[in-house]
């Protein structure tokens, strides 16, 4: 059994990069782009309007100023400001030359083709010629992922077509001769499969493409079969259940006559101790145990830092600083332990009612989770704690 750190430095040490495909820019959303991003144009293109009103001189605030000119946005001003003049302009329209500031409608007052200002609020109301980006500049990184930010940003920048990283395959398997799909109605020893199913949607949330391959019964020659044609279809291999030390876990027999080479199968942290990890050449296998909370928590901290990392992404789970409003207490503290929490109104963290690694009902409205650590029973009310934000699809 190895410590969480030391499992995680394993996985991250074995990834290896995807190479590049160019994908069109409405196909790029969560992908990770493969090279860095320089704008073509500055940002504003020129001095634009903040606002609808009127541009005009600073030095004539006090006049009763002539419209001469109204611009719509998308047009270039045909007259220049002069002594005693002012052109309407349209949010996002080009400022006139002659022109220092544009006075809001609401500030103003107009009638018969003069305008009076009766505000003065010192705003300017300019967006100056690339006070945003500068042509030229360096705006997005390699290794950056894909938000719907950033994909305003890549077609602020004119790329109509990106250079991202390919997608990683990640085959699943459910293992357990109680499982049954959603669809089965479940005997008095049966369950339905989650785990399949959670990890198809956390893999999607991770951009790669996810294959379900079912369920594996608990024999020998069911286990190898799926595992063996999921190794030739798949990049990664998430395969929940099975793992374990009980008499009908076949899977590490089955990993060992496949030639998988088994990096560690036991960690120091609860929920979650019965995980392994291992490679076939570039193939990686991720075993998880069948508790439903053991797989989410197992794939959240190791499995997405591998596949975004194989992608060219460095990833870097949100840590909040906040204050336990209750006291945490355990029994056992020979393993650093997670638990799922969320905040209240004032801020402060809350423990989720949490029944042990079946519950996954817990981690409905969790919003993260707390680590306590190895030989710490206790978490007084009222001290600074660390939280893990969990992603959101």
Same mark, same amino acid.
């Given at each position: 059994?190895?410590?969480?750190?030391?499992?995680?430095?394993?996985?991250?040490?074995?990834?290896?990069?995807?190479?590049?495909?160019?994908?069109?820019?409405?196909? $790029?959303?969560?992908?990770?782009?493969?090279?860095?991003?320089?704008?073509?144009?500055?940002?504003?293109? *020129?001095? +634009?309007?903040?606002?609808?009103?009127?541009?005009?001189?600073?030095?004539?605030?006090?006049?009763?100023?002539?419209?001469?000119?109204?611009?719509? *946005?998308?047009?270039?001003?045909?007259? *220049?400001?002069? %002594?005693?003049?002012?052109?309407?302009?349209?949010?996002? $329209?080009?400022?006139?030359?002659?022109?220092?500031?544009?006075?809001?409608?609401?500030?103003?007052?107009?009638?018969?083709?003069?305008?009076?200002?009766?505000?003065?609020?010192?705003?300017?109301?300019? #967006?100056?010629?690339?006070?945003?980006? &500068?042509?030229?500049? +360096?705006?997005?990184?390699?290794?950056? &992922?894909? =938000?719907?930010?950033?994909?305003?940003?890549?077609?602020?920048?004119?790329?109509?077509?990106?250079?991202?990283?390919? &997608?990683?395959?990640?085959?699943?398997? *459910? =293992?357990?001769?109680?499982?049954?799909?959603?669809?089965?109605?479940?005997?008095?020893?049966?369950?339905?499969?989650?785990?399949?199913?959670?990890?198809?949607?956390?893999?999607?949330?991770?951009?790669?493409?996810?294959?379900?391959?079912?369920?594996?019964?608990?024999?020998?020659?069911?286990?190898?079969?799926?595992?063996? #044609?999921?190794?030739?279809?798949?990049?990664?291999?998430?395969?929940?259940?099975?793992?374990?030390?009980?008499?009908?876990?076949?899977?590490?027999?089955?990993?060992?006559?496949?030639?998988?080479?088994?990096?560690?199968?036991?960690?120091?942290?609860?929920?979650?101790?019965?995980?392994?990890?291992?490679?076939?050449?570039?193939?990686?296998?991720?075993?998880?145990?069948?508790?439903?909370?053991?797989?989410?928590?197992?794939?959240? /901290?190791?499995?997405? %830092?591998? /596949? /975004?990392?194989?992608?060219?992404?460095?990833?870097?789970?949100?840590?909040?600083?906040?204050? /336990?409003?209750?006291?945490?207490? #355990?029994?056992?503290?020979?393993?650093?332990?997670?638990?799922?929490?969320?905040?209240?109104?004032?801020?402060?963290?809350?423990?989720?009612?949490?029944?042990?690694? $079946?519950?996954?009902?817990?981690?409905?409205?969790?919003?993260?989770?707390?680590?306590?650590?190895?030989?710490?029973?206790?978490?007084? $009310?009222?001290?600074?704690?660390?939280?893990?934000?969990?992603? #959101?699809?």
């Amino acid at each position: 059994m190895i410590s969480f750190k030391e499992a995680l430095k394993i996985v991250l040490a074995s990834c290896a990069a995807t190479e590049s495909e160019r994908v069109p820019l409405d196909c $790029a959303l969560n992908r990770i782009l493969a090279g860095n991003i320089v704008s073509d144009v500055d940002i504003p293109p *020129a001095d +634009l309007s903040a606002m609808d009103g009127f541009a005009c001189r600073k030095a004539d605030l006090d006049k009763t100023l002539k419209v001469i000119e109204h611009i719509p *946005a998308g047009s270039l001003p045909e007259k *220049a400001i002069g %002594p005693g003049e002012c052109s309407r302009i349209m949010t996002g $329209a080009v400022i006139p030359s002659g022109a220092e500031q544009v006075i809001m409608i609401e500030h103003a007052q107009e009638e018969n083709g003069f305008v009076r200002v009766v505000k003065v609020t010192g705003a300017a109301n300019v #967006r100056m010629k690339a006070e945003d980006v &500068r042509s030229g500049t +360096l705006v997005l990184t390699k290794g950056t &992922r894909i =938000t719907p930010a950033v994909i305003a940003v890549l077609a602020s920048a004119g790329c109509a077509i990106v250079n991202v990283h390919k &997608r990683i395959s990640v085959g699943i398997i *459910a =293992t357990g001769n109680e499982l049954v799909e959603p669809i089965v109605v479940p005997a008095a020893a049966q369950i339905r499969n989650s785990n399949g199913y959670q990890l198809f949607a956390q893999t999607i949330s991770c951009g790669c493409t996810p294959k379900y391959y079912g369920i594996a019964v608990d024999t020998p020659e069911s286990t190898e079969k799926m595992i063996r #044609r999921a190794l030739e279809e798949s990049d990664v291999i998430l395969m929940s259940g099975g793992v374990s030390m009980g008499d009908y876990d076949c899977v590490p027999a089955v990993l060992e006559k496949l030639g998988v080479e088994i990096n560690f199968d036991s960690i120091a942290m609860k929920p979650g101790k019965p995980a392994t990890f291992g490679k076939l050449g570039k193939k990686a296998f991720f075993g998880m145990p069948g508790n439903p909370v053991s797989t989410f928590i197992i794939f959240e /901290l190791f499995v997405r %830092p591998y /596949l /975004l990392q194989c992608m060219g992404h460095t990833y870097k789970p949100l840590i909040v600083k906040a204050s /336990l409003k209750e006291t945490i207490s #355990r029994n056992k503290t020979d393993r650093l332990e997670f638990y799922p929490v969320q905040f209240d109104e004032s801020g402060k963290v809350t423990r989720q009612s949490y029944n042990g690694s $079946a519950h996954i009902h817990s981690y409905i409205d969790a919003e993260g989770i707390v680590a306590i650590q190895k030989g710490t029973g206790q978490i007084e $009310a009222g001290t600074g704690i660390e939280v893990r934000i969990l992603e #959101r699809c």
